[in-house]
């Protein structure tokens, strides 16, 4: 018996459960994550290889 299914959906309304949560005690944080600007293009003297900048 394969317990895949039971598991993900369990996985899941977990997940729904604590957006949920989120949303009513922090809606103005939960907005604001829309509002990230993902497409901005990083600056070239930026290093993108995880070191410590100085």
Known sequence: M???GPVVSAW?????AVL??????H?????ETAR??????PSPYLRQ??????
């Open 2 to 4: 394969s317990y895949t």
């Open 12 to 16: 899941m309304m977990a997940g729904v």
């Open 20 to 25: 949920i949560i989120l949303v009513r005690r």
């Open 27 to 31: 809606h103005g944080h939960t907005a």
């Open 36 to 41: 990230l600007p993902l497409d901005a293009t």
């Open 49 to 54: 290889n995880g070191a410590v900048q100085p």
